[in-house]
């Protein structure tokens, strides 16, 4: 069975201060997604990472894949209040031969507030 | 494009009462699926669908029923609704570029 570990699951930030938000996985994968989600919302999709050491940034936040570690962060720099929310990695496994759909499977999510 | 659609918003249903739950793309995508988020957790996946005519569980199926007869629609079935199935469903499609989410159904059964 896959697991999904994120941490911390709650993160209480100043503004203008940096921290890195940590998402471990347990099996092989393909690929991995980070997702943003306000209270009452959808999710919105900010990065999907797809290959071992993939960088990608977007603003204040850079996410990064380390698959031998089976291990992925989320850095936010100077973070700002607009950056208050919950965010979610999900992992879609490697598909074997035979294998069935692609699926994803989520962390318990990272709850931010960012403090003035 | 709308995406993904999902009808109703907002739902009470007592105790043993069925409804389903819609779902729809206008994307033309195969895979299909429907989660489940509780309060303070991550999206559990209830049943997917790979295409038309095509369906199989998830992690937590029990008490759903789902059907594909159209590549649009994915409709959730929920027959003797029960206070555990308190929860906000969301509908997905996916590509090769990723997942796309529905807004969600915000289900309470008292």
């Known amino acids: 069975e896959l697991k999904v570990e994120q941490n911390p699951l709650f993160l209480s930030m100043q503004e203008g201060k940096n921290y890195t938000i940590y998402c471990n996985y347990s099996?092989?994968?393909?690929?991995l997604y980070w997702y943003r989600q306000d209270p009452g919302k959808s999710l919105e999709s900010l990065f999907v990472?797809?290959?071992?050491?993939a960088v990608k940034q977007e603003g204040r936040l850079m996410a990064s894949l380390d698959t031998k570690a089976r291990l992925s962060t989320l850095h936010i720099t100077a973070a700002v209040h607009d950056l208050s929310a919950t965010y979610f990695c999900?992992?879609?496994?490697?598909?074997?031969?035979?294998?069935?759909?692609?699926?994803?499977?989520f962390g318990k999510g990272t709850k931010l507030s960012v403090i003035p | 494009n709308a995406g993904v659609t999902q009808t109703p918003k907002f739902r009470i249903l007592k105790i043993g009462q069925s409804m389903t739950l819609q779902c729809t793309q206008d994307?033309?995508?195969?895979?299909m699926y429907w989660y489940r988020q509780d309060p303070g957790m991550g999206l559990k996946l209830i049943y997917y669908?790979?295409?038309?005519?095509?369906?199989d569980k998830g992690e937590v199926p029990n008490g759903y029923n789902v059907s594909r007869s159209t590549t649009e629609d994915f409709p959730l079935r929920l027959e003797l609704a029960a206070p555990s199935q308190t929860s906000v469903y969301f509908c997905?499609?996916?590509?090769?570029?990723?997942?796309?989410f529905g807004s969600g159904t915000r289900l309470t059964v008292v």
């Open positions: 669908s790979v295409g038309a005519g095509i369906t």
């Open positions: 994307m033309n995508h195969n895979y």
């Open positions: 997905a499609s996916r590509t090769n570029y990723g997942y796309t």
């Open positions: 990472l797809l290959s071992n050491g």
């Open positions: 099996t092989t994968s393909d690929r």
């Open positions: 999900a992992v879609e496994p490697r598909r074997g031969s035979g294998a069935g759909s692609y699926q994803l499977t």
